[in-house]
């Protein structure tokens, strides 16, 4: 009956794209915020950001909606409207102040979880994108397992260069396929540094054993691309602005931008095999 | 139990590192601080409760190392230049780097307990915990375990933004 429930409610839902990463700190919420901008750009797709980060909610802050209270009506709860075409839920909406922790065990997160999920009213849906915290527990378990009432596209994974990171990835990469999550693809963020005085490019967090690239390539999964640090991303975030428009001549943007379109390519074309197989 | 008492009886401080935020530099900073204070001559553990994202081994290159149990528990890795540095990872427990640690909170809590009460460090002056972002099980756990002994405080780590 639950799963039911959760099936009615995902219906209206085209297409689900999960942000992973295994490692925190790597950028998993600011390429959720701008993978969403980026789709809701286009005024006739309707998009819907979840942040399912439950001890560290990043997403309130980053779309300028901190302080935003979460509504409840007849059919569930409303999420709060960035754009008339983009929605955002987070538990940092159900806090009263950003200051308070949630300290809460993995039962009682798995909890929220599946009430975002079935008691959201998200209506009709082209993209969802749902943003977890870092590493392999109880909320990527939970949301894959909620979600399989539906349909995932798939993981894009988000990474930084450095081994350290890498190692962490390497592991979320085996969970997508333990849980036989498609995985999207893989982005490298923080990869290189441009100076803005001297144009002379850094490696600040160097690839030391083949970056990104190397792991793809060794474990057959597709690079979308790589995003190279700017220090306007991170000014971008605290405001609550989006990057993409406040930079829009940055390397980043390109980059993210040509991202944005595989991962839209990539869901159209999945759309159209099942339309066909169906 | 008594054994359990005895494993963290002969440490003298223990040093919590948190943050709440992911990457900002928690586990390279409990190396750092483990390697310093190995430097001005004290006795130093380490115990690496990231279970997902266990970073500690590959930071002091003893990724590839097994550990073993001695009849008062889990025998540490000893590190450093001296190897004397004693650390506890869970990534020492998995059979391939890779594999990931899907485990939900009532497994991990299970393991965290073994990993504090469980690990002969024998006599230390810090054991400094590294713990992964966050405040859930994890957290909670190792401070309920830690409770009966000399819990120092924490040391939290962040970045500007």
Known sequence: AEAEELRARLRAVRHTVLVLSGKGGVGKSTFSALLAHGLAADETKQVALLDIDICGPSIPKMMGLEGEQVHQSGSGWSPVYVEENFGVMSVGFLLSSPDDAVIWRGPKKNGLIKQFLRDVDWGEVDYLIVDTPPGTSDEHLSIVQYLSATHIDGAVIVTTPQEVSLQDVRKEINFCRKVKLPIIGVVENMSGFVCPKCKNESQIFPPTTGGAEKMCQNLNVSLLGKVPLDPQIGKSCDRGQSFLAEAPESPATLSYRNIIQRIQEYCEQNHFQEEKIM | ?161
């Open chain 2, 1 to 161: 139990t008594l054994a359990e008492r005895a494993n963290l009886a002969g440490v003298r401080h223990i040093l919590l590192v948190l943050s709440g935020k992911g990457g900002v530099g928690k586990s390279t900073i409990s190396t750092e601080l483990a390697l310093a204070l190995r430097s001005a001559g004290k006795r130093v553990g380490i115990l690496d409760v990231d279970l997902c994202g266990p970073s500690i081994p590959r930071m002091l290159r003893v990724q590839d190392s097994a550990v073993h149990q001695c009849d008062s528990g889990w025998v540490p890795v000893f590190v450093g230049q001296d190897k004397a540095i004693a650390l506890m990872s869970i990534g020492f427990l998995l059979e391939r780097p890779d594999d990931a640690v899907v485990w939900r909170g009532p497994k991990k809590n299970a393991l965290i307990k073994q990993f504090v009460t469980d690990v002969a460090w024998g006599e230390l002056d810090f054991l400094i915990v590294d713990t992964p972002p966050g405040t859930s099980d994890e957290h909670i756990s190792t401070v309920e375990a830690l409770r009966p002994y000399q819990l120092l405080g924490a040391v939290l780590v962040t970045t500007p933004q």
